[in-house]
């Protein structure tokens, strides 16, 4: 496990005690690059998506982010974020935030 956690692929739940990691088959920053290439490609720039159409829309099949988990593509819209290329703003429930790429 502790390869996974070093090549970034991995991370303790627990950091502490390191009994549970979970494995990620892609990492934050191969996700958010890979978010905003579909943004662009797909015409989303300046546009707004929801965080339920990120995960489970129509326009994402076979994408790598597909179906990942909430918290790995929340993390990876942080990271755009961080870049200045997008901006996240809540809705009433959270698969309704909204996504508005730069």
């Given at each position: 496990?502790a390869?996974?956690v070093?090549?970034?692929h991995?991370?303790?739940?627990?950091?502490?005690?390191?009994t549970?990691?979970?494995?990620?088959?892609?990492?934050?920053?191969q996700?958010a690059s890979?978010?905003?290439?579909w943004?662009?490609?797909n015409?989303m720039?300046n546009r707004v998506?929801?965080?339920?159409?990120?995960h489970?829309?129509e326009d994402?099949?076979?994408?790598?982010f597909?179906?990942?988990?909430e918290e790995?593509?929340r993390?990876?819209?942080?990271?755009?974020?961080?870049q200045?290329k997008?901006?996240?703003?809540q809705?009433?429930?959270?698969?309704?935030?909204?996504?508005?790429?730069?």
């Amino acid at each position: 496990m502790a390869d996974f956690v070093k090549s970034g692929h991995g991370e303790w739940e627990d950091p502490v005690v390191k009994t549970r990691c979970r494995i990620l088959w892609r990492r934050p920053e191969q996700l958010a690059s890979d978010v905003y290439d579909w943004a662009e490609a797909n015409g989303m720039v300046n546009r707004v998506c929801t965080l339920y159409e990120l995960h489970s829309g129509e326009d994402i099949n076979g994408m790598s982010f597909e179906g990942a988990d909430e918290e790995l593509l929340r993390r990876a819209i942080g990271i755009l974020e961080e870049q200045g290329k997008c901006r996240l703003f809540q809705g009433e429930t959270s698969s309704e935030d909204g996504i508005k790429f730069f």
